[in-house]
């Protein structure tokens, strides 16, 4: 894919992000549902002027306690959104954040410290006394956003003077975040200021319709989409609602009381944020617009969300993509088409940014209707894989990046998702497509997935609302004429493995089912 040369420097940094917001627009309104756990004092009730002076000020603390451009600076801690701005400090200082998940367990984390070069670590007391209580000799130096013992506090740099910012080459590692985790360990992904400014570019243009509208976010603050949907609202100058607690208990007076125009989560959580159709309140009546991105979003869901609204015509909009290439295709939907939605078609490419096509085992690209492998040719796609370039490099072909996804593309080029390659069961065409039959036909369900048992059966583990009982002869009928599948199991939400971004490790629950065969 060519490029223009006027575009090959560009770059998106995420340093200045707030301070150029904050000039562009003012003290525009920054609510958190949680104080800050680098100033508490603050309170919840911010701004952009407040954030950047806070981003300033912790990068001063960062160079005060010795970090330096281009040196790897881990931040794992307890979920919040500081998160974000010791990250916006690192890179402001032309270190390199490399951002773990606080669900990590700690012996993921010790492996993913290990294929790093003695990186600085941020994080606190819960992390220094738990999971990460054995790090010696991975780390250069603990830094603590507390009085963890045996770490440096950050509060003994506080008063230092912020440094002139520092601009890395927009093709040097910019940012290092880590994948899913579904099939094992997380690998590290390296991002570099220019493919992300080539994500960036075509999410704001897909921002514009919605600009300054106020913004509700409840994502992965370790996820390189976060960052780029918040550089998009925060050039629009859009105010801010930002959301440790998924909890819709919580969430919905918050958003009753700042009646988002914008209301972006993880498709899980939307599942969980159903109940808000109709809670007190109507916290969802003023969106305008839906966001769903990493993975795909049950049908009766995107209904639920639509309805709840009252704004004349609100839209959901689907991006499909990987941490690895960014979005590769996208769709939005109506009320109207919300109604007749496959949840299986994931969108189109990106014109002039993404491209996408469906191979054979060969890598020979298939007619329509045919399904193959999925593979995307993108400008934002990342460096490498820190420690596994031969992994990074076994998913190329050519200028095209194997997605991991079985489907197919319709005749006018729309792309369709069947499943994962490694969650194929023969029995059932289409894991994916079953599941969001029964979600709309049994609206009690929270989840359900099908994995393969022991004996590569399909097993459904549903989890039902309010942890009631399956109704088993509801169950007889909803799947009366879908494929054979072995009896539900019926788990607790809470018992589900999960990545960062809430979705279900589908390897992890086999393993889990052939355990519970054997004991």
Same mark, same amino acid.
């Given at each position: 894919?060519?490029?223009?040369?006027?575009?090959?420097?560009?770059?998106?940094?995420?340093?200045?992000?707030?301070?150029?917001?904050?000039?562009?627009?003012?003290?525009?309104?920054?609510?958190? $549902?949680?104080?800050?756990? @680098?100033?508490?004092?603050?309170?919840?009730?911010?701004?952009?002027?407040?954030?950047?002076?806070?981003?300033?000020?912790?990068?001063?603390?960062?160079?005060?306690?010795?970090?330096?451009?281009?040196?790897?600076?881990?931040?794992?801690?307890?979920?919040?959104?500081? %998160?974000?701005?010791?990250?916006?400090?690192?890179?402001?200082?032309?270190?390199?954040?490399?951002?773990?998940?606080?669900?990590?367990?700690?012996?993921?984390?010790?492996?993913?410290?290990?294929?790093?070069?003695?990186?600085?670590?941020?994080?606190?007391?819960?992390?220094?006394?738990?999971?990460?209580?054995?790090?010696?000799?991975?780390?250069?130096?603990?830094?603590?956003?507390?009085?963890?013992?045996?770490?440096?506090?950050?509060?003994?740099?506080?008063?230092?003077?912020?440094?002139?910012?520092?601009?890395?080459?927009?093709?040097?590692?910019?940012?290092?975040?880590?994948?899913?985790?579904?099939?094992? @360990?997380?690998?590290?992904?390296?991002?570099?200021?220019?493919?992300?400014?080539?994500?960036?570019?075509?999410?704001?243009?897909?921002?514009?319709?919605?600009?300054?509208?106020?913004?509700?976010?409840?994502?992965?603050?370790?996820?390189?989409?976060?960052?780029?949907?918040?550089?998009?609202?925060?050039?629009?100058?859009?105010?801010?609602?930002? %959301?440790?607690?998924?909890?819709?208990?919580?969430?919905?007076?918050?958003?009753?009381?700042?009646?988002?125009?914008?209301?972006?989560?993880?498709?899980?959580?939307?599942?969980?944020?159903?109940?808000?159709?109709?809670?007190?309140?109507?916290?969802?009546?003023?969106?305008?617009?839906?966001?769903?991105?990493?993975?795909?979003?049950?049908?009766?869901?995107?209904?639920?969300?639509?309805?709840?609204?009252?704004?004349?015509?609100?839209?959901?909009?689907?991006?499909?993509?990987?941490?690895?290439?960014?979005? @590769?295709?996208?769709?939005?939907?109506?009320?109207?088409?919300?109604?007749?939605? $496959?949840?299986?078609?994931?969108?189109?490419?990106?014109?002039?940014? +993404?491209?996408?096509?469906?191979? $054979? $085992?060969?890598?020979?690209?298939?007619?329509?209707?045919?399904?193959?492998?999925?593979?995307?040719?993108?400008?934002?796609?990342?460096?490498?894989?820190?420690?596994?370039?031969?992994?990074?490099?076994?998913?190329?072909?050519?200028?095209?990046?194997?997605?991991?996804?079985?489907?197919?593309?319709?005749?006018?080029?729309?792309?369709?998702?069947?499943?994962?390659?490694?969650?194929?069961?023969?029995?059932?065409?289409?894991?994916?497509?079953?599941?969001?039959?029964?979600?709309?036909?049994?609206?009690?369900?929270?989840?359900?997935?099908?994995?393969?048992?022991?004996?590569?059966?399909?097993?459904?583990?549903?989890?039902?609302?309010?942890?009631?009982?399956?109704?088993?002869?509801?169950?007889?009928?909803?799947?009366?004429?879908?494929?054979?599948?072995?009896?539900?199991?019926?788990?607790?939400?809470?018992?589900?493995?999960?990545?960062?971004?809430?979705?279900?490790?589908?390897?992890? %629950? +086999?393993?889990?089912?052939?355990?519970?065969?054997?004991?």
């Amino acid at each position: 894919m060519p490029q223009h040369p006027l575009l090959v420097d560009r770059g998106f940094y995420l340093g200045p992000m707030f301070r150029q917001a904050a000039d562009r627009h003012g003290a525009v309104f920054v609510t958190l $549902d949680r104080p800050l756990d @680098v100033s508490p004092a603050l309170g919840v009730d911010l701004s952009y002027t407040v954030l950047a002076d806070v981003v300033d000020e912790l990068s001063g603390r960062l160079w005060e306690a010795g970090v330096r451009p281009s040196e790897q600076v881990v931040v794992h801690k307890t979920d919040n959104v500081d %998160i974000v701005l010791l990250t916006c400090a690192v890179s402001r200082i032309g270190a390199v954040p490399v951002l773990l998940s606080p669900t990590l367990s700690g012996p993921v984390v010790g492996q993913l410290l290990g294929r790093l070069d003695r990186p600085w670590l941020i994080s606190d007391r819960a992390k220094l006394e738990g999971s990460l209580y054995d790090i010696d000799g991975l780390v250069r130096q603990a830094l603590s956003v507390d009085d963890a013992p045996g770490a440096v506090p950050l509060a003994k740099y506080a008063g230092a003077t912020p440094p002139a910012p520092v601009r890395l080459h927009p093709r040097e590692p910019s940012l290092i975040t880590h994948s899913s985790g579904t099939t094992g @360990v997380p690998k590290l992904a390296v991002h570099c200021a220019h493919t992300m400014w080539n994500r960036l570019v075509p999410q704001k243009a897909m921002g514009w319709p919605t600009r300054g509208e106020t913004a509700a976010l409840h994502m992965s603050f370790v996820h390189s989409r976060f960052y780029h949907l918040l550089g998009v609202l925060l050039h629009f100058g859009s105010p801010l609602v930002l %959301i440790t607690d998924p909890d819709p208990a919580a969430v919905g007076p918050l958003l009753a009381r700042h009646r988002p125009g914008i209301v972006e989560t993880h498709p899980n959580t939307f599942v969980l944020w159903e109940e808000l159709a109709d809670a007190p309140g109507a916290p969802l009546s003023r969106v305008r617009s839906y966001g769903s991105t990493f993975d795909a979003i049950h049908p009766r869901t995107v209904r639920r969300l639509l309805g709840a609204s009252r704004r004349r015509a609100p839209r959901l909009i689907q991006l499909y993509g990987q941490s690895e290439t960014g979005p @590769v295709a996208f769709q939005w939907f109506t009320r109207r088409s919300a109604g007749r939605a $496959d949840g299986r078609r994931v969108g189109i490419g990106i014109p002039g940014f +993404t491209r996408v096509r469906v191979t $054979d $085992d060969s890598g020979r690209p298939v007619r329509p209707g045919t399904p193959g492998r999925i593979e995307a040719r993108t400008r934002g796609r990342i460096l490498t894989y820190l420690g596994a370039r031969e992994r990074y490099e076994r998913q190329l072909d050519g200028a095209w990046w194997q997605m991991g996804d079985m489907g197919y593309r319709s005749r006018l080029g729309g792309l369709y998702l069947i499943d994962r390659e490694i969650d194929r069961i023969d029995a059932v065409h289409s894991n994916l497509e079953v599941e969001d039959t029964l979600m709309s036909r049994l609206e009690e369900l929270r989840e359900v997935v099908i994995v393969p048992g022991a004996d590569r059966e399909p097993v459904p583990v549903v989890c039902v609302r309010g942890e009631r009982p399956l109704d088993p002869q509801r169950w007889r009928a909803a799947t009366a004429d879908l494929p054979p599948m072995a009896e539900p199991r019926q788990w607790r939400f809470e018992e589900l493995p999960m990545t960062a971004t809430w979705k279900v490790k589908r390897v992890e %629950i +086999t393993r889990m089912l052939t355990e519970r065969v054997r004991a």
